[in-house]
C-alpha cells in the first residue's frame, strides 16, 4: 500500500500541475471539444492540457499549417489529453487521419473516450506507445506528418523522443512538428537533438522567416513559444535499420 506521507505528496504534487495547466473547462470553452476530467490522472503530466498544446493546435488551425496537413496520415506523439490531435483532425480535413498516442496505457485509455466524447471516431484512433518502443503498434504504412507538442521537457525525454523518431520518420515523406515552451533545460534538449542529426527550424505561424533555434539575435526568454519542424540535415543519409531503429549519419557529398 501507499505510505501517508507519499499520498500527501503525490496529491500536493497533482495540485501544482493543476496550477500550471488549464482545466477541461478552460480547455472545453477556448476549443469546443469536450474534455473530461480524470481523477486517476491528476498526477500524470499527460493527464492536463499544458497551455503549448493549446497554442500549437491554434496554429496548426490556420494557413499554411492546416495545407500541410490536408488529407494526411497524421501521428501524434505524446498526446496527453488529445487536445493537439483531434484538433489537428479539423483542420485536416475529413480525408486525414490521426492517431494520438501516449506512452502510459492510462491516458491511452483517456484518449480513447476523448475520441469517442467529440465524435471523431471516423477520423480518429489511439494508442498506447512508449517512444523507442515496439512502433509495430502504430502500423506499418508512412505517416505524412509527426505532432509532438511539449515533448521537450527533460533530456531523458529528448533521447527517448529522438528514438522513436529514428524509428518512425520515412525519410522524404514525413514532417515533423514541435512545440515547445522556453524553461530551464530547453536549450540542452535542442543541443540533444541537433546531436542526433535533427535540426530545429523555427517557424513562424504563417512562416515569415525561417529561423534556427539559438539564432534569434536575443536570449530566449522563459515562457516564450516556440513551433518549429525536426528536419534531417543536408547529407544524412539512413544506412539500415538496427533492431528496428533506423541508423543513419552524415555522408560525405562528393
Not at 36 to 42: G, K, M
Not at 109 to 115: H, K, M, P, V
Not at 208 to 229: I, K, Q, V, W, Y
Amino acid at each position: 500500500g501507499m505510505t501517508p506521507g507519499r499520498s500527501v505528496f503525490l496529491s500536493m504534487y497533482g495540485e501544482f500541475l493543476d496550477l500550471l495547466t488549464a482545466c477541461p473547462e478552460e480547455v472545453s470553452k477556448s476549443t469546443g471539444l469536450r474534455m473530461q476530467e480524470h481523477e486517476s490522472l491528476s498526477r500524470l503530466h499527460g493527464g492536463h492540457t499544458w497551455p503549448v498544446a493549446l497554442r500549437m493546435a491554434k496554429a496548426l488551425s490556420v494557413m499554411p499549417w492546416s495545407a500541410l496537413m490536408s488529407g494526411k496520415r497524421i501521428l501524434e506523439l505524446g498526446s496527453g489529453t488529445g487536445v493537439v490531435g483531434m484538433l489537428a483532425a479539423g483542420s485536416a480535413g475529413p480525408l486525414a487521419t490521426v492517431l494520438l498516442t501516449d506512452g502510459d496505457p492510462g491516458v491511452a485509455e483517456a484518449l480513447a473516450g476523448a475520441i469517442l466524447a467529440n465524435q471523431l471516431s471516423g477520423q480518429c484512433t489511439s494508442a498506447a506507445y512508449e517512444w523507442g518502443g515496439d512502433a509495430r503498434v502504430l502500423g506499418t504504412a508512412a505517416y505524412d506528418v509527426i505532432l509532438a507538442a511539449d515533448c521537450l521537457y527533460s533530456l531523458k525525454a529528448v533521447g527517448e523522443l529522438c528514438n522513436a523518431l529514428d524509428q518512425l520518420v520515412s525519410p522524404g515523406i514525413t514532417r515533423v512538428l514541435c512545440a515547445c515552451e522556453e524553461r530551464w533545460g530547453t536549450t540542452e534538449g535542442l543541443e540533444l537533438l541537433r546531436g542526433r542529426h535533427w535540426e530545429c527550424v523555427e517557424r513562424g505561424v504563417g512562416f515569415p522567416e525561417t529561423l534556427c533555434c539559438g539564432e534569434t539575435g536575443s536570449p530566449p526568454r522563459e515562457g516564450t513559444f516556440h513551433m518549429f519542424e525536426l528536419c534531417r540535415p543536408s547529407g544524412y543519409a539512413v544506412e539500415g535499420c538496427a533492431g528496428g531503429a533506423s541508423v543513419g549519419g552524415l555522408v560525405d557529398a562528393h
